[in-house]
Nanobody
Framework: QVRLVESGGGLVQAGGSLRLSCAAS????????VAWFRQVPGKEREFVAA????????RYKESVKGRFTVSRDNAQSTGYLQMTSLKPEDTAVYYCALKKSNDLGPMDYDNWGQGTQVTVSP
């Protein structure tokens, strides 16, 4: 099991930017696919973005393409989600997650962080 700690959330005005970080314990971070999900109270958690551990392939939710960028620094065992042009509908608790598979789909993640709140005001 890998322990994940997210940070970087906060309150920002629409059009602003935030960068979320996901720090992982352990020395095998480079062999995991890293993903970001978000959840609004009363709604199901939804996939936002993922980056593979081989080749750096990425995948994004359609509504964040061109605004969000997922990346990773294996030497620092940290994943990132750079969010720009934020909209009020991006308001949610954001979670990072890892899985051993190199598949970028939203299933089978078995390591989760505690989440960080992102609030975008109009």
């Amino acid at each position: 099991q890998v322990r994940l700690v997210e940070s970087g959330g906060g309150l920002v005005q629409a059009g602003g930017s935030l960068r979320l970080s996901c720090a992982a314990s352990g020395r095998t971070f480079s062999t995991y696919t890293v993903a970001w999900f978000r959840q609004v109270p009363g709604k199901e958690r939804e996939f936002v973005a993922a980056i593979a551990w081989i080749g750096g392939r990425t995948r994004y939710k359609e509504s964040v393409k061109g605004r969000f960028t997922v990346s990773r620094d294996n030497a620092q065992s940290t994943g990132y989600l750079q969010m720009t042009s934020l909209k009020p509908e991006d308001t949610a608790v954001y979670y990072c997650a890892l899985k051993k598979s190199n598949d970028l789909g939203p299933m089978d993640y078995d390591n989760w962080g505690q989440g960080t709140q992102v609030t975008v005001s109009p």
